[in-house]
């Protein structure tokens, strides 16, 4: 830092320059007159050069002194402009958010431009993993997850609960998609690690389906063979909506159960929160609010 003369001398060099009085300089910058005296002699000092002409109690500037007044006043005037932008501008800042991959595809990334849209200022950082994060260990700030909402030592938020739904794509099968729950039961199923027993039930089936073929443990992955016309599945709502609405998936049946695990947005308790996290929770509120069961 051995190039950079102190910001003080800076000021009080450019104020005489300008003024040409080392008294109009004090006066503005509301110190002493012996004070700028001092801080153009520290300033001359450190460059070696002299800045000015002494003529009895007065100061004239020198030819060195004018052409270094331009350049100061130029970088004074950048830093000014730039702590003024950073004062009417909000700080970037980071969140960090935890979610199950299919929810955050599916359900909460077609959501997130309506986030930065109203908080620009705010940048997501999400991670995406089929296991439990530690929120402590990771440093995350918010997760979404799915169950009780009594996670020991997090604040639990209540989003919605979900249902679900048997999806095929409208190709499966050549297009001759099954009409009835016996036809559904017949029919290729592709399996996640959900049970359809809740379904058969609600569907008057005598006989569960119990996984055969395919099976995933990634939702992401049995949507996508859906789509692909390999089979049918039973499928969460909130993942299959928005497809069902684009047409690129199709709800085979009106007989839909009740998903066992809610979801809720989750935050570590205790300690002081960033503001972001109150403004990211109140708007995903308003956006499972206003999903209300609709794709």
């Known amino acids: 830092m051995s190039d950079y003369p102190p910001i003080a001398s800076l000021r009080s060099f450019e104020a005489v320059a300008r003024l040409g009085s080392v008294t109009?300089?004090?006066?503005?910058?509301?110190v002493t007159h012996s004070a700028i005296s001092q801080q153009i002699k520290v300033l001359e000092d450190?460059?070696?050069?002299?800045?000015?002409l002494r003529q009895g109690r007065g100061v004239h500037i020198n030819e060195e002194g004018r052409l270094y007044a331009l350049h100061v006043r130029n970088a004074l005037g950048q830093i000014a402009d730039a702590t003024r932008l950073l004062q009417v501008k909000p700080r970037l800042a980071e969140l960090t958010l935890a979610v199950v991959p299919s929810f955050g595809t599916h359900w909460l990334l077609p959501r997130l431009e309506h986030f930065h849209r109203q908080y620009p200022h705010i940048q997501l950082r999400i991670l995406a993993s089929l296991t439990v994060t530690n929120m402590?260990?990771?440093?995350?700030?918010i997760a979404i997850r799915m169950g009780k909402g009594d996670w020991e030592g997090l604040e639990s938020h209540f989003l919605f609960e979900d249902q679900q739904w048997v999806v095929s794509a409208p190709h499966f099968n050549g297009g001759c998609l099954p009409q009835t729950a016996q036809d559904i039961a017949n029919s290729r199923i592709i399996f996640s690690m959900e049970s359809w027993k809740a379904w058969?039930?609600?569907a008057g089936l005598t006989r569960h389906i119990t996984p055969s073929g395919l099976c995933f443990n990634d939702s992401n992955m049995v949507l996508e063979a859906v789509r692909l016309g390999q089979g049918i599945a039973?499928?969460?709502?909130?993942?299959?909506?928005?497809?069902?609405?684009?047409?690129?998936?199709?709800?085979?049946?009106?007989h839909v159960v009740p998903y066992p695990w809610?979801?809720?947005?989750v935050t570590p308790k205790g300690g002081e929160k960033k503001p972001e996290v109150e403004t990211f929770i109140q708007w995903i509120k308003g956006e499972a609010a206003a999903w209300g069961g609709k794709p």
């Open 24 to 30: 109009q300089a004090a006066k503005e910058l509301h």
């Open 46 to 52: 450190f460059i070696g050069v002299k800045l000015f």
């Open 136 to 141: 402590q260990q990771e440093s995350v700030d």
């Open 200 to 202: 058969c039930v609600e």
């Open 234 to 254: 039973l499928e969460r709502r909130s993942l299959v909506a928005g497809a069902i609405a684009r047409g690129e998936l199709v709800q085979l049946t009106e």
């Open 262 to 265: 809610p979801y809720w947005l």
